[in-house]
C-alpha cells in the first residue's frame, strides 16, 4: 500500500528550481525522512505534499487519490487531504488554551462538545499533559509546547503526519527524549510519517526509509542502513555519518588501485576506469604502527576524545581524513602511522559524476 | 513542458487564493480613492468651470479646455497676488514651523532618553498631549493672550493685566503661524526620534569613545548618522502637515491679509474659482512628492540601520547633576505652557460674558448654556442647548468611529495581504499606493474628493453633501496610519500559526476571525484611536466637503470664528477636545493600548 506517491513534482521561484522532477512512494506505516541540507527543497516538497504550496508540474497522490495534478488541473485543498502537519515553530496560537489549542480541528469538524471534550481530553493523556489544558502556551516549556503540536494533529487522526523539522528547537538531551517519544507514537498509531530534517543522525536514528535530496533532487531513497553503508553519490556519502566521510582520489592500474605512488587492494569488474574516488567512513580504517601490504602511510594531526571513543584527525599525504579509534589510543602530534582499510566497508564513487560505481573491492 | 502553460496555471491557482482576490480589490479602490483624484484635479485646471461664465473677453464655454487658468496663475498681477505670494509665504511658514518641530522634537527626545532627566515619565506624557489636540487651540488662544487695540480686537489677557500692547506682527502673519503650528506638530517628530535615539546601542557610542574620539566627533560621526532617517522623516512629515493645514493660518493669517496655499485654495474654491485653486493643490502635490522622493532616497539607507538592536540595548544615560531639576522645572512649564494653559485661555475667554474683559462680573456661563438671547452672537443659545452645535458634536462622534473603525479594518486586512505575500508586485503597489495620501496636504485631498464626488460618475454616485463623503475621505486620508500598524502586526504573525489552521480545515473567515484578528488586535485599536483622534480635531480635510446638513464639530466652529463670535468659538473648541480626550482615554483604558506605538513612533 503506497500512501503518498509523487509523480514528476517540480517547483520553481523566479527560475530558481527548489525541487526539481522528483518521484517518491511512501508506503503505508512508513517514517520517511526527508533529509538534505537547507536550501535542498525538502521542506517545500513537505509543503506541496500539505498542499500549501502548490507544483509548478507533476502529481501527488495521497490515500491512492489524486490531490494534485499540474495538467488536470486538480488540486484538493489540505483540509481535505487527510494529513496532520507538525511546524518547526509549534505554531501554537498564543491566544488560546492548550484544549483549545488542540480542540481546534475538531471544532472544525463541527463535533458535540461531549465529544471535542472526550478526544481532547484522552489525546492530552496520550502525550501526558493532563492537567496543563488551560495553560497557555507561552506558559510551558519547548518540550511542552512540541507534544501539544502533536497532539493538536493526531486529534483528528490522520493517517499521515507531516514533521517539519520538529525537533530543532530543543536542546539536546530533549531532543533525545522527543525521538523517543514520537517513534513510539509512530509505532501505537501506525500513522504514516513524513518527517523533514537536516540533522542525518535524526534521519538514521528514526526512520523506516530515508529521501536524500540535493538541490532539489533525490540523491538517495532507501532504509538508513542503505544509505549510511551504500550511499549512492558522494554526496550522501558526504552527508551522513559523523563526523565526517573520508575521500581519497585512486588510479586504477591493471586491477589495483594506486593511491600517490603506493599500490593498495584489488577493483574487480569490466571495463575499469582509469581513476575512481574511494570513501571510508571514520570507523573503517583500523591503526597500525608498522607498514604492511595493505596500508597506506600517514601522519597524526590531532586526537579528539568524544566519550566512547576517540578521533584521530590524520594526513594521508595531503589529504585530511578522520579516524575512529578506540577509547584509550594514544597519539603523539607528527607521528607516523599506517592506515588499514577495512574493504567491505569502502565504497567506489565516479571522479567526474560523483556516482557510485558498482565495482568489488577486496585486499 | 510549455512554460507559458504552467505560468498561466501558476496564475490560476494564485487567483484562488483570497489574499490574492484581497489584493486585486484595494488596489481598485485605492486607485480609485488615491490616483483618480489625481487626474480630475488635473481635468478641472484645463476646463471651463460653471464659476467661469462670469468672466469677460474670453469664449467661455463650461466643460471645454482652456488654458486660461494657466495662463492667469503663473503671469501676471493676479499671479503675483494669488500664487507667488501666498508660495512665499507658506515656504517661510513651512520652514519655520519644520525648524521648531526638529529643535522642539529632538531636543525633548535627547532630554527623555538619553539623560537621567527627573520626572521623564510625565514629560514623555505631556509631550504627546499637543498632537490630540486641534491644531487651532494654540491659535486661538495665541490670540486670546497677545490681541490688542492696535490690531482692532477686544484686549486680550497681556493687554488687559499689563496694558502691553503686542505690536501686530506679534498678533497676526507669519511669526505667530510658524510658532503656534511647529508646538502643534512637534509631538510627532518627538515620537520619531526618541524611538531612533532609543534603537541606538550605546556600546556604538562606547567603542568610538574607547577609540578617543571626542563628545562631539561621536555625536557627528555615529549618533547623528543613525537618527539621520528619523529626521529626516520628521522634517517630511512636517512639510506634508504645515503646508495642508488650514485652521492656523486661517486664523493668524487673514485677519491681516497673510495668505498661504491652503487658504488661498479655500478662498479660490469658495468663490468658485476651482480651476485657479486646484493649480495651487498641484504646486502642494509637487512639492510634496519631491518630498517622498527624497525622502525615499533616505528610507533606503534607513533599512540597513534596521537591525540595530536586535539585541537587549544598552544605553547609559548622559547626568544632568545640579541642573537636574532646573532643567525638569523648565521642561514641564514649557509643556504644560504648549499643551494646558491653551486650554485655560479658551476655557477663561469662553467664560466671559463681554469679550476682552477678564474681571469677575463679567463670568457668565451664557456661551455653555446661555438661552438664546439677541443681544449676544445673533441669538445663538449657548452650545450646550445649541442644535446645530450638538447636531455637528454628534456627526464628530459618529464620523470618527465609523471613519476609525472602517479605517482600522481596511488597514489590519491590506496588511494581512502585503505580509501574505510580501514579494508580490501586487503587495508593494498596495503599499505604496496606500502610502500616498500622507503626503497628499490635507486641504487638497479634500479639493480632490470635492471633483471626484461632484457628480455622478459611472456606478459612484454623486456623494458631495452627505455624511458618505466624509466616512470616505477620512478612511482614505487617514489609511497611512492603519496600514503601517496593520502591516507591522501581521507580519509579527507567523505565517505557520496560519497554515497550522489551513491544515486543520478552517476556512479563510474562520481564520481570520479565530486566529489572525485576534492576534492583530493591538494593533487594529492602536490604528483606530489615531484615526479617531486625527479625525475628530481635522479641519482642513472637511473644510471644501462639508454642507449645512452635514457639519461637523470642527467645520460649525470655524464659520463661528470667521465671524468673530469668539467666547462661542472658544467654548466649542474646549468641547471639541473635551471629546476627543475622554474618547481617547476611554479606548485606552478599555483597551489598554499605547497611542505612541500606532503614531509611527516605531
Not at chain 1, 160 to 182: C, F, H, K, Y
Not at chain 2, 109 to 117: E, H, K, N, Q
Not at chain 2, 266 to 282: D, F, K, M, N
Not at chain 2, 351 to 374: C, K, M, Q, V
Request: charged share 15%.
Amino acid at each position: 500500500m503506497v500512501t503518498v506517491r509523487l509523480v514528476g513534482i517540480s517547483k520553481g521561484w523566479s527560475g530558481v528550481k527548489a525541487v526539481d522532477n522528483l518521484s517518491l512512494d511512501i508506503g503505508k506505516g512508513d517514517f520517511v525522512t526527508l533529509l538534505g541540507p537547507s536550501g535542498c527543497g525538502k521542506t517545500t516538497t513537505l509543503r506541496m505534499i500539505a498542499g500549501l504550496e502548490d507544483p509548478d508540474d507533476g502529481e501527488i497522490y495521497i490515500h491512492g487519490k489524486l490531490v494534485f495534478s499540474a495538467s488536470k488541473g486538480i488540486n484538493v485543498p489540505p483540509a481535505q487531504r487527510g494529513l496532520g502537519m507538525i511546524f518547526q515553530s509549534y505554531a501554537l496560537w498564543p491566544h488560546m488554551t492548550v484544549f483549545d489549542n488542540v480542540a481546534f480541528g475538531l471544532v472544525q469538524q463541527k463535533l458535540s462538545k461531549d465529544q471535542i471534550n472526550q478526544r481532547v481530553t484522552r489525546v492530552l493523556a496520550d502525550v501526558e499533559l493532563e492537567g496543563l489544558a488551560h495553560r497557555y502556551p507561552s506558559e510551558l516549556s519547548g518540550g511542552q509546547q512540541q507534544r501539544v503540536a502533536v497532539a493538536r494533529m493526531i486529534v483528528v487522526s490522520p493517517e499521515l503526519l507531516l514533521m517539519d523539522e520538529p525537533l530543532s528547537n530543543l536542546d539536546t538531551r530533549l531532543r533525545m527524549q522527543m525521538r523517543a517519544s514520537l517513534k513510539r507514537m509512530h509505532q501505537e498509531t501506525n500513522t504514516t510519517v513524513v518527517y523533514v530534517t537536516h540533522d542525518q543522525e535524526e534521519a538514521l536514528t528514526m526512520s523506516t526509509g530515508i529521501a536524500v535530496m540535493n538541490k532539489g533532487k533525490l540523491e538517495q531513497y532507501a532504509s538508513p542502513e542503505e544509505v549510511y553503508e551504500r550511499p549512492a553519490s558522494k554526496f550522501v556519502a558526504e552527508f551522513t555519518g559523523n563526523p565526517q566521510t573520508n575521500f581519497i582520489d585512486a588510479e586504477v592500474v591493471d586491477g589495483r588501485l594506486k593511491i600517490g605512488d603506493r599500490f593498495i587492494g584489488h577493483i574487480d569488474g569490466d571495463a575499469l576506469p582509469n581513476a575512481v574516488t574511494l570513501s571510508f567512513r571514520p570507523e573503517a580504517m583500523s591503526i597500525r604502527q608498522e607498514s604492511t601490504p595493505n596500508t597506506l602511510p600517514a601522519t597524526v594531526y590531532a586526537t579528539l576524545l568524544v566519550g566512547a571513543s576517540v578521533l584521530v584527525y590524520v594526513h594521508i599525504g595531503n589529504i585530511e581524513a578522520v579516524i575512529r579509534a578506540e577509547r584509550g589510543s594514544k597519539f603523539r602530534g607528527n607521528q607516523e602511522i599506517w592506515l588499514e582499510p577495512d574493504w567491505t566497508q569502502v565504497n567506489v564513487y565516479s571522479p567526474t559524476t560523483g556516482r557510485r560505481l558498482d565495482y568489488a573491492v577486496r585486499g | 513542458m510549455n512554460g507559458l502553460k504552467v505560468r498561466f496555471r501558476k496564475l490560476a491557482n494564485r487567483w484562488r487564493k483570497p489574499e490574492t482576490i484581497l489584493a486585486a480589490l484595494f488596489l481598485v479602490i485605492l486607485v480609485y480613492l488615491v490616483v483618480v483624484p489625481l487626474f480630475s484635479l488635473v481635468q478641472t485646471t484645463l476646463v471651463w468651470g460653471t464659476g467661469d461664465t462670469r468672466i469677460r473677453g474670453e469664449n467661455v464655454v463650461v466643460g471645454k479646455f482652456t488654458t486660461y487658468h494657466w495662463r492667469r496663475m503663473l503671469s501676471g498681477d493676479f499671479a503675483e497676488a494669488v500664487f507667488y505670494k501666498p508660495l512665499l509665504n507658506t515656504l517661510i511658514v513651512t520652514a519655520g514651523t519644520v525648524a521648531i518641530v526638529l529643535a522642539v522634537g529632538s531636543l525633548l527626545a535627547y532630554l527623555v532618553v538619553r539623560t537621567d532627566i527627573r520626572w521623564a515619565k510625565l514629560i514623555n506624557a505631556l509631550a504627546t498631549v499637543p498632537y490630540i489636540l486641534p491644531s487651532w487651540v494654540l491659535s486661538l488662544s495665541w490670540l486670546q493672550l497677545f490681541q490688542n487695540s492696535t490690531v482692532a480686537m477686544p484686549e486680550g489677557l497681556l493687554s488687559y493685566y499689563t496694558g502691553i500692547n503686542a505690536p501686530e506682527w506679534l498678533v497676526y502673519g507669519p511669526i505667530p503661524i510658524m510658532i503656534t503650528m511647529g508646538l502643534h506638530y512637534y509631538p510627532f517628530g518627538y515620537l520619531l526620534i526618541s524611538g531612533a535615539l532609543r534603537s541606538i546601542d550605546s556600546q556604538l557610542e562606547e567603542s568610538a569613545e574607547i577609540l578617543g574620539a571626542s563628545k562631539s566627533y561621536i555625536m557627528r560621526r555615529i549618533t547623528m548618522p543613525i537618527i539621520k532617517p528619523a529626521l529626516f522623516s520628521t522634517a517630511l512629515l512636517g512639510i506634508a502637515r504645515s503646508m495642508g493645514t488650514f485652521g492656523t493660518p486661517a486664523i493668524l493669517g487673514l485677519p491681516a491679509r497673510y495668505y498661504t496655499l491652503s487658504t488661498q485654495i479655500y478662498s479660490l474654491v469658495r468663490t468658485q474659482r476651482q480651476g485657479q485653486g486646484y493649480i495651487l493643490a498641484l504646486v502642494l502635490l509637487a512639492i510634496s512628492g519631491i518630498g517622498l522622493y527624497v525622502n525615499q532616497r533616505v528610507i533606503s539607507a534607513r533599512r540597513s540601520y534596521a537591525t540595530i538592536g536586535g539585541k537587549g540595548v544598552k544605553s547609559r544615560k548622559v547626568r544632568l547633576g545640579k541642573w537636574n531639576t532646573p532643567i525638569a522645572v523648565l521642561t514641564i512649564l514649557f509643556l504644560l505652557a504648549v499643551a494646558v494653559f491653551p486650554l485655560v485661555f479658551l476655557t477663561w475667554s469662553s467664560l466671559t460674558l463681554y469679550a476682552g474683559d477678564y474681571s469677575i462680573s463679567n463670568l457668565s456661563l451664557h456661551y455653555w448654556i446661555g438661552e438664546s438671547n439677541p443681544r449676544f452672537v445673533a441669538g445663538e443659545p449657548g452650545i450646550l442647548r445649541n442644535e446645530a452645535v450638538m447636531g455637528a458634536a454628534w456627526n464628530t462622534v459618529k464620523l470618527a468611529l465609523v471613519g476609525g473603525l472602517i479605517c482600522g479594518f481596511a488597514g489590519l486586512l491590506i496588511g494581512y495581504v502585503v505580509a501574505r505575500a510580501r514579494r508580490a508586485l501586487t503587495s508593494r503597489l498596495l503599499e505604496q499606493v496606500s502610502f500616498v495620501p500622507m503626503l497628499v496636504p490635507s486641504i487638497v485631498f479634500g479639493a480632490l474628493y470635492l471633483t471626484l464626488f461632484a457628480v455622478r460618475r459611472g456606478p459612484v454616485p454623486a456623494l458631495y453633501g452627505t455624511f458618505a463623503l466624509l466616512v470616505l475621505v477620512t478612511v482614505a486620508k487617514q489609511l497611512p496610519y492603519t496600514v503601517r500598524s496593520g502591516v507591522s502586526s501581521m507580519l509579527q504573525v507567523a505565517q505557520e500559526l496560519e497554515e497550522a489552521a489551513v491544515i486543520l480545515g478552517a476556512s479563510w473567515f474562520a481564520r481570520l476571525r479565530k486566529i489572525m484578528l485576534p492576534l492583530t488586535k493591538n494593533g487594529f485599536v492602536a490604528g483606530t484611536v489615531i484615526v479617531l483622534i486625527t479625525s475628530m480635531r481635522e479641519l482642513s480635510l472637511y473644510i471644501l466637503l462639508v454642507t449645512p446638513a452635514n457639519r461637523v464639530l470642527t467645520t460649525l466652529t470655524y464659520r463661528y470664528i470667521e465671524v468673530g463670535y469668539t467666547q462661542f468659538s472658544n467654548a466649542m473648541t474646549v468641547l471639541l477636545t473635551l471629546l476627543v480626550v475622554v474618547l481617547t482615554y476611554a479606548i485606552n483604558a478599555w483597551q489598554k493600548t499605547d497611542i505612541g506605538a500606532g503614531l509611527g513612533g516605531r
